[in-house]
């Protein structure tokens, strides 16, 4: 684990639109989902529901929105691409409008939604680890941040099952993700925009995300800045034997090991919670100075 004098605990920044997060500031990433079917039931937003809730988590400190138009995992009816851009477009449009101030990052595996949602995205988040091969290249043409996931080969909407790694996965997303980072450079995504996702639950057991979560600073040292997204996900579930609803605790566990061993993004549902936490261990680890300093002075 990183101590606070370490030297090399030092996070990639992350540079979007001219902001700056690292190790004083990590970005808490606010999920808001256009779909009707999220596993968590407060994520799930009408389009007038997800502005009142873009209003919401802008005064609660988030930097970046997350917008997804298709559940991640199998259950649930098949989603078009027509069907996932009506769902994902007038909120980014609006939302775009009405808080230009937020970074905003669309969910998607597919080129042809980002492509629809070109005028308003400053992130594309590919959580299936490019099934769709022309994802990057439509990040690199925006000048946007790319998401770079690992899911263990599973195509888009899979569910994990008889999950094994033949050199562990934290060796095996290690691999993975250098390999897709890589990419993207070659075509033009400067480091500073490749986000790196170690992606807990996809593709994994819940002792495999652990292992992940573990590790996080062996995925900062890639020289990337790390996303972390462990919001209210089922290893936590698994974990504590909680149900969705009452897993905040562990979710902020997670996210305060995440931010100490050096994760620039947060996602997170609970985005006040989140800031605070994320924030407080910032200024533990001496990146960050208090917000007021008066006692004993």
């Known amino acids: 684990m990183l101590g606070p004098d370490s030297t090399s605990r030092q996070p990639t920044a992350l540079i979007l639109r001219g902001r700056r997060f690292d190790a004083s500031h990590p970005a808490v990433m606010a999920v808001i989902n256009r779909t009707p079917d999220s596993f968590y039931t407060p994520a799930r ?33 098949a989603v078009s691409p ?30 042809g939604v980002a492509r629809a949602c070109q005028d308003w995205i400053d992130v594309v988040n590919d959580t299936w680890a490019g099934a769709d091969p022309e994802l990057a290249a439509v990040a690199a043409e925006l000048g946007a941040g790319h998401v770079v996931s690992h899911t263990g080969g599973l195509p888009p ?6 999950v094994h790694y033949e050199h562990g996965v934290v060796t095996d997303a290690l691999a993975e993700l250098t390999r897709s980072a890589a990419h993207d450079l070659s075509i033009g995504i400067p480091a500073e925009r490749i986000i790196v996702d170690p992606t807990l639950d996809f593709g994994k057991t819940t002792a495999d995300s652990l292992a992940c979560l573990r590790a996080t600073d062996r995925f900062v040292a890639l020289g990337f800045p790390v996303l972390v997204a462990a919001s209210r996900k089922d290893f936590v579930g698994e974990t504590l034997d909680l149900p969705v609803d009452d897993r905040l605790e562990g979710t902020l566990a997670s996210v305060a090991v995440a931010t100490w061993l050096g994760a620039t993004v947060i996602r997170a549902h609970d985005v006040q919670a989140t800031r605070r936490v994320a924030d407080m261990v910032a200024s533990i680890r001496g990146d960050r100075p208090p917000a007021k300093a008066i006692r004993g002075v």
């Open 82 to 111: 027509e069907e996932e851009i009506a769902r994902v477009a007038p909120f980014l449009e609006k939302a775009h409008a009405e808080h230009p101030e937020i970074l905003l990052s669309l969910d998607t595996w597919r080129s």
């Open 45 to 77: 937003h009408t389009l007038d529901d997800a502005l009142r809730r873009l209003d919401e988590v802008a005064g609660q400190g988030a930097d970046i929105v997350d917008v997804g138009g298709v559940r991640a995992g199998q259950d649930g009816p």
């Open 157 to 162: 909407r899979t569910d994990p099952h008889h």
